[in-house]
């Protein structure tokens, strides 16, 4: 249980810190290993983004496969934060 414990932590932090997604290959020579944004900005392993691809909206995670920098739906709607419009309390002047 102990090793599965150390495993995940390994795994969850692992993929989120920058360092340790680029790889030293043959020769001393680092191969990047990142995703892109659709203005092709960089976006680290571990990372995650509100992704729309043909009409739909999702959260998406950076991630490896096969070796492969993919984006992976982990959920299906995006996150959002909105304020609710209401009155101003009666005590307050209005703007």
């Known amino acids: 249980m102990q090793h599965a414990r150390v495993l995940i932590a390994f795994v969850l932090f692992g993929l989120a810190s920058p360092s340790l997604a680029d790889v030293t290959g043959p020769g001393g020579k680092t ?46 709607t995006c996150l959002s934060a909105h304020l609710p419009v209401s009155d101003p309390p009666e005590h307050l002047p209005a703007l």
């Open 31 to 76: 191969i990047d290993c990142y995703c892109t944004d659709k203005a092709g900005a960089r976006v680290e392993l571990g990372e995650f983004r509100c992704l729309q691809v043909d009409g739909r909206q999702f959260m998406a995670q950076c991630q490896m496969s096969l070796n492969v920098p993919m984006w992976r739906e982990v959920q299906t």
